[in-house]
Nanobody, 119 residues
Framework: QVQLVESGGGLVQPGGSLRLSCAASGIIFSSYTMGWYRQAPGKQRELVATILSGGYTNSADFVKGRFTISRDNAKNTVYLQMNSLKPEDTAVYYC?????????????WGQGTQVTVSS
């Protein structure tokens, strides 16, 4: 059974920082691309950042220079360090694991963790 369990969300003031963690089980973690997505109320889910199994990262323009994704394959965990948080970063943040095999993509999702940026 695949499980992705996020933690680290909460309430933070503008300009503050949070570190999200996502612990994975039930998959060969090192072979999956890991990512963070977010969904704000009334909006579609959007990609925040991804990290390939080899460590190559990609992130959305709206978080470049503020958020950093990383992974620890020994701990089956992916992180999202969020700095200089803005009210518009308020959303539920979801962890994603995906793998493409024979042209078919498999996705797994965590339950989400709420991040609220407010004074």
């Amino acid at each position: 059974q695949v499980q992705l369990v996020e933690s680290g969300g909460g309430l933070v003031q503008p300009g503050g920082s949070l570190r999200l963690s996502c612990a994975a089980s039930g998959i060969i973690f090192s072979s999956y691309t890991m990512g963070w997505y977010r969904q704000a109320p009334g909006k579609q889910r959007e990609l925040v950042a991804t990290i390939l199994s080899g460590g190559y990262t990609n992130s959305a323009d709206f978080v470049k220079g503020r958020f950093t994704i990383s992974r620890d394959n020994a701990k089956n965990t992916v992180y999202l360090q969020m700095n200089s948080l803005k009210p518009e970063d308020t959303a539920v943040y979801y962890c994603n694991a995906n793998k493409i095999r024979n042209g078919f993509r498999t996705d797994y999702w965590g339950q989400g963790t709420q991040v609220t940026v407010s004074s």
